[in-house]
């Protein structure tokens, strides 16, 4: 990332600081951003580290830049998903068509009465 900064950019910030600071307080103000950029490098590593230790070592395998969001345009997942050719149906098992089960020998069916309804149920 670099913010549009240029070397010409960061002497100038760097001038503007010697003026504003001053010369007395300058080496204690450089003291302390390092002291803020070490502090930012040790929680990265200390970040990185955990990542590693909870996820576990297949973490060095992931490719990040397949993971970044910017490169997702819905317009292209949409086509990709309408032009694509259906997968071939995986060696299915044979459809088994399971026959009725038999009817209770005491109710035989009679067309003219009507199934039960429950009006509560639609």
Known sequence: MEFGLTIEKLLL???VAVLIVGPERLPRMAEGFARVVRRGGEFLRDTRSRM???MGPEI???DWRKLDPR???PRRIIR???FEEPAPAASAAPTVIAEPP???P???FDASRL???DAEAT
Request: charged share 35%; proline share 17%; net charge negative.
């Open 106 to 108: 005491m109710t035989p």
């Open 52 to 54: 590693r230790d909870e």
């Open 102 to 104: 038999p009817r209770h």
């Open 13 to 15: 910030i760097g001038l």
């Open 60 to 62: 060095d395998e992931v």
């Open 80 to 82: 990709d998903a309408l």
């Open 71 to 73: 490169q997702y345009d």
């Open 115 to 117: 199934p039960p309804f």
